[in-house]
């Protein structure tokens, strides 16, 4: 069974920075691949960046530039550093897990896993 906790949400005010965290467990090495997913206020969830799987990422073109994606496999954890962070970041971020096979995607129907999520609230 695979299981992604989520960590690293919080407040911050504008320009400020954020790390996430996914931890993943439950599945062979390339099994699956993660990406971070988002669900602002009142908004379907959206693709932010996500693993490729060979060692390179996906950024959706709001995180390009300010978001990077870092993993660490001998830790089994995906991070999602954000930087100069701006109120319209304010959401529920999600980790999310997708066959392996699946390269280079931020479609939400390509993801059969999902964490619990992290709230981060940027003000003004």
């Known amino acids: 069974q695979v299981q992604l906790t989520e960590s690293g949400g919080g407040s911050v005010q504008s320009g400020g920075a954020l790390r996430l965290s996914c931890v993943s467990s439950g599945y062979a090495h390339g099994a699956y691949s993660l990406g971070w997913f988002r669900q602002l206020p009142g908004e379907e969830r959206e693709g932010v960046a996500a693993?490729?799987?060979?060692?390179?990422?996906t950024y959706a073109e709001a995180a390009k530039g300010r978001f990077t994606l870092s993993q660490d496999n001998a830790k089994n954890t995906l991070y999602l550093q954000m930087n100069n962070l701006k109120p319209e970041d304010t959401a529920i971020y999600y980790c999310?897990?997708?066959?392996?096979?699946?390269?280079?995607?931020?479609?939400?129907?390509?993801?059969?896993?999902w964490g619990q999520g992290t709230q981060v609230t940027v003000s003004s």
């Open positions: 999310a897990a997708r066959p392996g096979i699946i390269r280079n995607s931020l479609v939400l129907s390509d993801y059969n896993f």
């Open positions: 693993a490729n799987g060979d060692g390179t990422f």
